[in-house]
């Protein structure tokens, strides 16, 4: 278990430095076809269309736009590096591109049950990303700018994120 607390020295004394993040949205999207490519110089590569989906949050919200990808590799480890990119359409109408990679791991049964498509408790996997935004709008321009990350989970049909931006 790592902290999200560190120190500095700073003026002859040590800082306490914390990480600290506020809650950005909520991302749900279907995943609507699987191309399983197989194995390729990187491990294995899958490619999931994405479908529809959402996405809410107490500065922003609005959907998802159908044909955004995942074209993830699974290592020789078993763990599953997304590569995704997909377009959000605010509820005023603003378009934002959101790309990111992470990781999905955890034990080689858990993994198994996922693959399988069960429903697995977010618990038992680690499922993390970093997204990056990029948009034209001003009113949301303040997302070229931030850092966040995923806590991620997925479902047979569906992929999801509790986003947060890092302060």
Same mark, same amino acid.
């Given at each position: 278990?790592?902290?999200?607390?560190?120190?500095?020295?700073?003026?002859?004394?040590?800082?306490?430095?914390?990480?600290?993040?506020?809650?950005?949205?909520?991302?749900?999207?279907?995943?609507?076809?699987?191309?399983?490519?197989?194995?390729?110089? #990187?491990?294995?590569?899958?490619?999931?269309?994405?479908?529809?989906?959402?996405?809410?949050?107490?500065?922003?919200?609005?959907?998802?736009?159908?044909?955004?990808? @995942?074209?993830?590799?699974?290592?020789?480890?078993?763990?599953?590096?997304?590569?995704?990119?997909?377009?959000?359409?605010?509820?005023?109408?603003?378009?934002?591109?959101?790309? /990111?990679?992470?990781?999905?791991?955890?034990?080689?049964?858990?993994?198994?049950?996922?693959? #399988?498509?069960?429903?697995? @408790?977010?618990?038992?996997?680690?499922?993390?990303?970093?997204? /990056?935004?990029?948009?034209?709008?001003?009113? /949301?321009?303040?997302?070229?700018?931030?850092?966040?990350?995923?806590?991620?989970?997925?479902?047979?049909?569906? #992929?999801?994120?509790?986003?947060?931006?890092?302060?």
């Amino acid at each position: 278990m790592w902290s999200n607390a560190g120190t500095i020295e700073q003026n002859g004394g040590l800082i306490m430095l914390e990480l600290k993040s506020d809650f950005l949205f909520t991302l749900s999207a279907s995943v609507t076809r699987l191309h399983d490519v197989g194995p390729v110089p #990187a491990g294995t590569r899958h490619v999931d269309l994405l479908g529809a989906g959402t996405f809410e949050g107490p500065r922003l919200r609005g959907e998802v736009l159908p044909g955004g990808l @995942d074209m993830k590799t699974i290592r020789s480890d078993g763990a599953a590096i997304p590569n995704v990119r997909l377009v959000l359409k605010t509820n005023d109408d603003a378009l934002i591109f959101m790309h /990111y990679t992470g990781i999905r791991c955890g034990p080689p049964e858990v993994m198994a049950r996922i693959a #399988a498509g069960e429903i697995v @408790d977010s618990s038992e996997y680690y499922h993390r990303n970093t997204p /990056y935004f990029e948009t034209s709008s001003p009113k /949301y321009a303040w997302l070229n700018r931030i850092v966040a990350v995923g806590l991620g989970w997925r479902k047979a049909d569906r #992929a999801g994120y509790e986003v947060f931006e890092i302060l």
